[in-house]
């Protein structure tokens, strides 16, 4: 469908956050994006990016990931090439998700964490979390696709308690 508005291309999600005082558990954030079609648009994606993989088709990827929150600028940074993503893909759910390895940590808990969505040079979005602070997970952003089938960015923070896995099952309701 051809239109003259334009949506969202390609957004980049940036996420930082401070190390963990010596001797606890490191702070270990992650980014994760799920992918809906437009039959499933709640419960299982049809897939995920995560540390250590990207889309089948390379249009979401996992620039930078960090373990620890060492280090200068963003700590994890994923790119999300909305344009090319094929016609049956109707929605991106980004999150982000603590590693609970270390026993359980909530944002309130990880100092200066926060997460930047930009198209280009624009802010989309700039948050700290503070709204979910007893959460251990969060939804970001979620962008889908409009009647002309062009991206548009739902904003606002959703807190779950949950580890990284149970929250990648949930993060699409």
């Given amino acids: 469908m051809s239109t003259l ?3 969202i291309e390609k957004a980049e999600v940036t996420l930082k956050w401070d190390p963990s005082p010596v001797g606890e558990p490191d702070n270990d ?12 648009l709640a419960g299982k994606p049809v897939y995920l990016v995560h ?9 979401i990827t996992l620039n930078r990931d960090s373990r620890t929150g ?10 999300l090439e909305l344009e090319r993503l ?11 998700a603590i590693q609970q390895g270390g026993g359980r ?3 309130g808990e990880v100092p200066h964490t926060e997460v930047q969505i930009r198209e280009g040079y624009t802010d989309l979005v700039q948050d700290d979390f ?30 779950f308690d949950a580890d990284p896995n149970t929250f990648t099952a949930l993060m699409g309701t």
């Fill in 5 to 7: 508005n334009k949506g």
């Fill in 51 to 59: 540390f250590d993989s990207r889309s089948p088709d390379g249009t």
């Fill in 105 to 107: 940590k909530t944002f």
């Fill in 130 to 159: 503070a709204s979910v602070a007893p959460s251990t997970a969060a939804v970001v952003a979620v962008f889908a696709r409009d009647a002309d089938g062009e991206w548009r960015l739902q904003k606002g923070l959703r807190g």
């Fill in 70 to 79: 060492q280090g200068f600028g963003s700590d994890e940074v994923m790119t």
């Fill in 86 to 96: 094929a016609e049956r893909y109707t929605r991106v759910v980004v999150g982000v």
């Fill in 29 to 40: 954030l992650d980014l994760i994006a799920a992918t809906y079609e437009a039959d499933t």
